[in-house]
């Protein structure tokens, strides 16, 4: 796919939303690291091309630098935070750090419009998180907007264009605007991408990639493995053989449920493995939610890999893993920082027997629904919340073990039971109960109780990468506590998480 958008990764957080954004435009775009040859950038005969914001400085010693030859290419350029940092710094201006830096909330006050502040009112907010600022423009640039610093700059005769601000969150007012202004009025980019020609070049890469060889894919009742199943299973067939992992982990009679479903949906080999024991027994002990999540990663491969022994010519391991979890693990194609390690992610042993395939790697969650209804996947699945790998393994906080297991269940199974019962559990994102190891004092028939603390947790998002707490009915959060107080033994107090992610995560480890 070709004359699209590329963005070079420079390890910002927020990557994959400016590659969002972009496709929301029908648009193609593509992410490739930053250091990726420029014959290879040209070899795509892209429209235009965004450099990122990411961690680093432009005044480090290793910091991450472009080809210069880039910007001569007469092909527009948009860099963002640290990518206008980047520009100046290799064009011949100045980049010093900041005072106190900008984080958050601030007023674009446009001095000098251009093709890309084009119809943006002034004064309208702008999201900002950098340390460093340009103090000195490069030759043949012009300020064009500024903010507490010099918010956006640039060189309209060759086509660069900066901002120090997100364009791509959608704190950022008129960013929207911007990044059209950028994909169609300055690249003249053409709207040729649908979420179809995302499964049809899907399927055939998969196709390329897996030749006459296996894949093993491990299918969790989820979203994403299901969608990644079915869109494998359209390329290659029976060459996909699919392992349900019973982790011990699984909420209450899961196991039971999804094989039920997959049978009355699904035509594909799909084998259900009984591991809770090993699971169970890796973990007692570990208290620390970062060994806990390598512990249930590793445990899951080495699962994959005794099982693929059964299966001759097993060469691919195939997750549903999308971009959250990617990007809080580790550095997906660039340098970002390491939030959580999700299991599928940075929960991989180092030495794996296995090549990837991660199909929806570059997808956020509503998007991957998209792609499920095309597929024709049920809405129920479709529409299911997301339940991490790790499962109950990190709604335990602590040690864990079978009997917090299985009144975290009991008591997990009431909330999602009345969510349904009450029609909510569509108008919340993804919803949960938390058993916490504090015991705290309580009365229960004239008796005094000594018990564990259960914490509900409901969030609303769009993308899990960003998250507000649901503002669920008094009532009805009422009837879900006193439900688990009376009804699971073992739990004398519930408390409702009001949390926003940021600075907390949906889950709690
Ligand atoms: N119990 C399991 N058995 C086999 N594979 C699993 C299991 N749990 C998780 N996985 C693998 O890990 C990947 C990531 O899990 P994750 O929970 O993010 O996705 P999902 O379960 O497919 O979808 P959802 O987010 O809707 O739960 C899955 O796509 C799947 O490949
Ligand atoms: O498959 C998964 N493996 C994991 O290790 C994992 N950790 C978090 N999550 C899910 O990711 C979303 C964002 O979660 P956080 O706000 O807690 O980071 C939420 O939907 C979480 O449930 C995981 N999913
Ligand atoms: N978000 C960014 O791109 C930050 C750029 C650079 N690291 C700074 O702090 O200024
Ligand atoms: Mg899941």
């Known amino acids: ?76 350029v948009l860099g963002i935070c640290y990518g206008m940092q980047l520009t100046a710094h290799l064009l011949g201006g100045k980049v010093a750090k900041g005072e106190k830096g900008e984080y958050g909330k ?4 446009i001095v000098k419009e251009n093709e890309l502040l084009k119809g943006v009112y002034q004064n309208s907010i702008v999201w900002m998180s950098h340390f ?16 507490g610093v010099i918010a956006s700059i640039s060189n309209p005769d060759k086509k660069i264009y900066c901002v120090q601000f997100h364009p791509e969150v959608s704190h ?7 990044l059209e202004n950028f994909v169609f009025g300055i690249c003249k980019a053409d709207k040729n991408w649908k979420l179809t020609n995302y499964i049809e070049k899907t399927v055939a890469e998969i196709k390329e990639k897996v030749g006459t060889q296996k894949v093993i894919l491990g299918l969790s009742g989820g979203v994403d493995s299901s969608v990644a199943a079915v ?19 699984l909420r209450k009679d899961e196991g039971k449920k999804v094989m039920e479903n997959y049978g009355k949906h699904f035509d594909m080999n799909i084998k259900m493995v009984d591991a809770s024991e090993r699971f169970l027994s890796k973990l007692a002990g570990i208290g620390d939610p970062e060994e806990k999540r390598k512990i249930i990663g590793n445990e899951f491969v080495y699962v994959f890999d005794e099982e693929s022994k059964q299966i001759e010519g097993a060469k691919f391991l195939a997750q549903g893993t999308i971009y959250p979890d990617v990007i809080e693990s580790q550095s997906v194609k660039g340098p970002s920082a390491v939030i959580k390690s999700h299991h599928n992610v940075g929960g991989l042993p180092e030495e794996m027997e296995f090549e990837l395939l991660e199909p929806l790697r570059e997808l956020f969650k509503d998007e991957v629904r998209k792609v499920g209804e095309e597929l024709g996947i049920p809405h129920e699945l479709v529409y299911r919340h997301p339940f991490p790998g790790p499962g109950l393994g990190i709604r335990v906080l602590g040690e864990v073990d079978a009997e917090k297991v299985r009144i975290l269940q009991e008591a997990d199974d009431i909330f999602i039971e009345e969510l349904y019962k009450n029609d909510l559990y569509e ?13 705290s004092v309580g009365v229960m028939g004239d008796e005094r109780t000594y018990e564990y603390t259960a914490v509900v947790r409901s969030a609303n998002t769009i993308d899990f ?32 998480d009001i949390s926003s992610k940021p600075p907390a995560t949906i889950e709690w480890e």
Request: aromatic share 8%; glycine share 8%; charged share 25%.
């Open 1 to 76: 796919m070709q004359n699209g958008i590329i963005i070079l990764d420079f390890g910002s957080q927020y990557n994959q939303l400016i590659g969002r954004r972009i496709r929301e435009m029908e648009v193609y775009s593509e992410i490739v690291p930053f250091n990726t040859p420029l014959s290879e950038i040209l070899e795509k005969k892209p429209k235009g091309i965004i450099l990122s914001g990411g961690p680093s400085s432009v005044n480090a010693e290793n910091a991450h630098l472009v080809e210069k030859e880039l910007y001569e290419q007469g092909i527009p």
């Open 106 to 109: 601030a007023h674009l006050e």
């Open 132 to 147: 460093d600022e340009v103090a000195e423009l490069p030759e043949g640039f012009e300020l064009n907007a500024k903010s």
């Open 172 to 178: 950022t007012e008129e960013g929207g605007k911007m």
């Open 231 to 249: 869109l494998i299973h359209k390329a290659i067939g029976d060459q996909l053989n699919c392992i349900f992992v019973d982790t011990g982990l």
């Open 427 to 439: 108008k919340v994102s993804q919803a949960f109960v938390v058993l916490l190891p504090v015991k």
């Open 465 to 496: 990468m960003t998250a507000t707490w649901s503002r669920l009915p008094y009532e009805f959060l009422d009837t879900v506590s006193s439900r688990i107080i009376n009804e699971v033994r073992g739990i004398n107090r519930v408390a409702y």
